[in-house]
């Protein structure tokens, strides 16, 4: 089992930037990929981007493609999400997750931290 704790979140006015963290602990070595996703009100849950434990590969939504950056450093057991050119429709709670398989979905949710945008 992972156990997965975001960061970073707080209120950015529009075109700003934020980093959000996500420390893993527990059985760090047992996941396969690392992602992020968020959910606004009344909205479904949205797949913001992803990346996979060796870091040989990253990807993202559409939605965020070219502003948004994951990363993770493995020593630290942390993934980060940069987030640059930030626009009111980003304001959601950001959620990190872990999928351990190639073919699973992702699941051990995070509590979620709050990301809000001001025009």
């Known amino acids: 089992q992972v156990l997965l704790v975001e960061s970073g979140g707080g209120l950015v006015q529009a075109g700003g930037s934020l980093r959000l963290s996500c420390v893993a602990s527990g059985r760090t070595s047992s996941y396969y990929a690392l992602g992020w996703f968020r959910q606004a009100p009344g909205k479904d849950r949205e797949f913001v981007a992803g990346?996979?434990?060796?870091?040989?590969?990253?990807w993202y939504g559409d939605s965020v493609e070219g502003r948004f950056t994951i990363s993770r450093n493995n020593a630290k057991n942390t993934m980060y999400l940069q987030m640059n050119s930030l626009k009111p429709e980003d304001t959601a709670v950001y959620y990190c997750?872990?999928?351990?398989?190639?073919?699973?979905?992702?699941?051990?949710w995070g509590q979620g931290t709050q990301v809000t945008v001001s025009p």
């Open positions: 990346c996979l434990r060796s870091g040989s590969a990253t």
């Open positions: 997750a872990a999928k351990f398989t190639r073919a699973s979905e992702f699941g051990s």
